[in-house]
Every structure is written in C-alpha cells, then in structure tokens.
C-alpha cells in the first residue's frame, strides 16, 4: 500500500520564531502559522475562520526562518504531518499533538515588509548591472509584421 503525507500552506505567522539548538547544535525553529478561510453563505453573509498550525523547522532552514520571519509576514509552507503522542504526567492521560514538520518554504511579500527574496532565504543580493543597451520598445503606431510574430 502507498502512502502519502505533503502539506501545502500559506498563510501568516502568527509569533516571531523561536530558534533553539539541541546538544548537537542542530537549530530549531518552531512557529505558528495562522491559515484564513472566508465564505459566503446562501442568504450572503460572509464568514470567516482561522485555523492556527505548529510548525517545526530544523537545520539552515530554521535558522533562516528565525533571521527573517517576523509577526504578521505571510510564507507558503510545504511540509509533513507529525503526531506526537505522549503521557501527561499530571493526569497520566495520553495527550497529542498534530503540527506540521516544514521541508521547504517561500517567502512572501516584497523585500520592503523585511523579508529575505523569494527563493527560500540567504542574504539578499543585488542582481548585476548589465553592460549592455536597455531594450528599446517599438513606436507607439507600430503595427507587427508577419515577420515579427514568434509563431
């Protein structure tokens, strides 16, 4: 039997990430992801939900995400579901928890709102200056020719 476990979201966070490091030195980065929904209902009134999601990042990833991500940025998420299961010891109940493990990432919105570029993190670099002419768009009245069509 396959099996199959991808998350896509996209939403804002909810908290500023909090980075820890394990004995080995491996970052982690756990933050909260607020997903809306909205609808119309039959009569026309407008409903709204939210729906808040744990989110697990490890490694350079999560160290990224502590560097860049702040309250309130918007981030396509692509990960996996975990569920953890354990005993509370107050109560010795089983208690879980299902959040996502993060794999890969966008930022969103634009370099203005303090997020790194597209592309998933690393420091924002200026794209070179090119040495040649900038292109020149044809005359207003300029109608193609059959020889300027692509097709």
């Excluded at 609808?39 to 939210?50: L, N, R």
């Excluded at 107050?90 to 597209?118: C, D, H, I, M, W």
């Amino acid at each position: 039997m396959a099996n199959f476990n991808k998350v896509y979201l996209l939403g804002n966070i909810t908290r500023d990430p909090e980075i820890r490091y394990t004995p080995k030195g491996t970052a982690i980065a756990r933050l909260g992801l607020a997903v809306n929904r909205s609808w119309k209902t039959e009569s026309g009134e407008t409903h709204e939900e939210a729906t808040f999601i744990d989110v697990d990042a490890f490694g350079r990833q999560a160290e990224t995400l502590g560097q860049y991500l702040r309250k309130g940025n918007p981030i396509f998420i692509e990960g996996r579901l975990r569920l953890d299961t354990w005993e509370d010891k107050q109560t010795n109940q089983k208690r879980s928890k299902l959040y996502v493990v993060l794999e890969n990432f966008q930022f969103l919105g634009s370099k203005n709102e303090g997020t790194a570029p597209e592309g998933g993190g690393g420091p924002v670099q200026e794209k070179p200056q090119s040495s040649s002419p900038p292109m020149q768009s044809p005359p207003p009245n300029h109608l193609p020719d059959d020889d300027d069509v692509p097709f």
